[in-house]
């Protein structure tokens, strides 16, 4: 995924998955939770309640999940 190859990675476990892809990608990491009878999207970032409240978060991340889920949410099933 690193060298651009591949569009999905799939992880058995939360952090297998994205403490390695947070190292290529924080800014575009989005988590996608299938299985859900809607579409699931979230920041790859978490919570951050670290800077919650001071002003220094990111907003990429967030409005990546945004258009991802508008994206999906409009696919044809």
């Known amino acids: 995924m690193a060298r651009g190859r591949y569009d999905l990675a799939l992880a058995a476990y939360h952090d297998q998955g994205m403490i390695p892809l947070k190292l290529y990608a924080a800014d575009k990491l989005v988590n996608i939770t299938l299985g859900l009878p809607f579409v699931r ?27 991802l889920a508008a994206e999906y949410s409009c696919a044809p099933r």
């Open 41 to 67: 999207t979230s920041p790859g970032h978490g919570t951050a309640y670290d800077i919650a409240g001071k002003g220094a978060a990111d907003a990429r991340p967030m409005k990546e999940a945004i258009r």
